[in-house]
């Protein structure tokens, strides 16, 4: 495990998926050479907004399938 998700709170449930997100985005967005301050800072702001989106995503298929589930069945 690496170091950064093992200093991650336990309370905070998604908070190794949100990371794996990050980790995704950040990887499939190398520079091809050395980015400025401003592109770190950059890249680092669509990490996040791609993360929260990814999670936006999940919670949204969570609650659809919880709510199939509570569709009664036909007979």
């Given at each position: 495990?690496?170091?950064?998700?093992?200093?991650?709170?336990?309370?905070?449930?998604?908070?190794a998926l949100e990371m794996a997100f990050i980790k995704e985005y950040l990887g499939s967005h190398l520079p091809t050479r050395a980015p400025t301050r401003e592109q770190v800072e950059q890249t680092w702001k669509d990490a996040l907004l791609f993360a929260a989106l990814k999670l936006e995503e999940v919670a949204a298929k969570a609650h659809l399938v919880d709510r199939l589930h509570e569709r009664p069945r036909c007979m």
């Open positions: 495990m690496d170091e950064l998700s093992e200093t991650m709170a336990v309370a905070e449930p998604t908070a």
